[in-house]
């Protein structure tokens, strides 16, 4: 990878491919690399936080404002700097799908804590890594589709031919199709290869209306997930 990023998982490292980049196959290592830092104070990943409540991007989490802008922004600036966790405080966070790149972790407080919830009338994916994204997570937080709202709305995460992701203690709900999707890119049919999935709570998916489609988990497109 780029910008010096190491390629390896080294326990007790404080590289951003440390924390990260690598995929790790024992969920025993997800938790402790999970516990390297949490809030913007951060810890072991200190300068690795990208806040997204920090001046230079201004969401409000108050579950009210589209904090979309807000949000994309601090993600492309993680991306941009070689990859970072982008640090949701406590707060529900109203954006229309977020579609972070390779080298990007979106890092909450905890399901029911930090909140990032579809807006209103929105007919997308609340996240969608982008196509053949690398080295990516989700961490800690819920993901709100808001299918009341939203009758054109798809998927809680969407995995486009990842390579290498992490979706760890993080709540799913409210959407209506699956609430994690894997998908081959377009053209190459490239699968999801190397992914990891630990204390992933899916529930309330589907149509709201009688006999309406949707299922928890599409994983056929997958390989060593």
Known sequence: AGNGIEVAFKPGGTGVADQIGAYLKDAANVRAWVALGSGSSGGAAAGL???VKDPTYGATGNGVTDD?????????AAETAGGGIVYFPVGTYINNGLPPGSNVCLMGEGPGAT?????DAATGNVISFDENASDVAVINLTVDGNRANCPGGSVGIR???TLR??????????VIRYGLGMAFTAGT???CVDCLFDHLHIHDIGH????????????KRSQNC
């Open 49 to 51: 936080y990208f806040n």
């Open 189 to 191: 049919n490239q699968p």
């Open 159 to 161: 995995l486009w031919g």
């Open 208 to 219: 709201t209306t009688p006999n309406g489609l949707g299922d928890g988990f599409d994983g």
């Open 165 to 174: 992701g992490i979706i760890y203690n993080v709540e799913v709900k409210e």
């Open 115 to 119: 909140i990032l919830k579809l807006k």
């Open 68 to 76: 979309t802008t807000a949000i994309r922004n601090a993600s492309s």
